[in-house]
């Protein structure tokens, strides 16, 4: 009996060193994307906080217990999933958020781009029949040797 209650003592700490790699490796990996440029920094603060929420669960195993019964859990790692549904809401609405405003940034980008084509045809010198010589006259015109006579 008291080698399986050592055993599963072992799991969990095993779980639980785990647990702590799993996070300061994903708070890590969010550090380097931002060095990188590859995520900008108002996009990586929510997983910043998301993974030092999960670092200070993984270390502070009571914390959880505790967490759950605040909330009227009855079984911590039940916590553990809201609290990842609810980062992963989170950063979900953020992105909705941005993509609002860049679909609305790409309008406004469009309607200036017509906007100043249309301006530009307008400024385009129109085509004038009293002209003597146009470019498109130009085409069918061959070389000649000789002095043209009139």
Known sequence: MNEGIS????????????????????????????????????????????SIVFIVFSIWRDGLEHFAGLIGI?????????????????ILIEFSINIS?????????????GLIKHELEKL?????????VRSDDLEDVEPVDHPVEK
């Open 124 to 132: 385009k010198p129109a085509e004038n029949p009293d002209d003597p």
């Open 101 to 113: 405003r860049l679909a609305e940034k790409n309008k406004i980008l469009a309607q200036e781009l």
């Open 7 to 50: 055993s599963i003592g072992r799991n969990i700490q095993t779980t639980q060193y785990i647990a702590i790699a799993v996070s300061i490796g994903l708070f890590l990996y969010i550090f380097y994307l931002v060095r990188k440029k590859k995520i900008r920094e108002e996009y990586s603060l929510l997983w910043l906080f998301s």
């Open 74 to 90: 009855a079984y911590p790692p039940a916590a553990l999933f809201l609290i990842l549904l609810l980062a992963i809401f989170l």
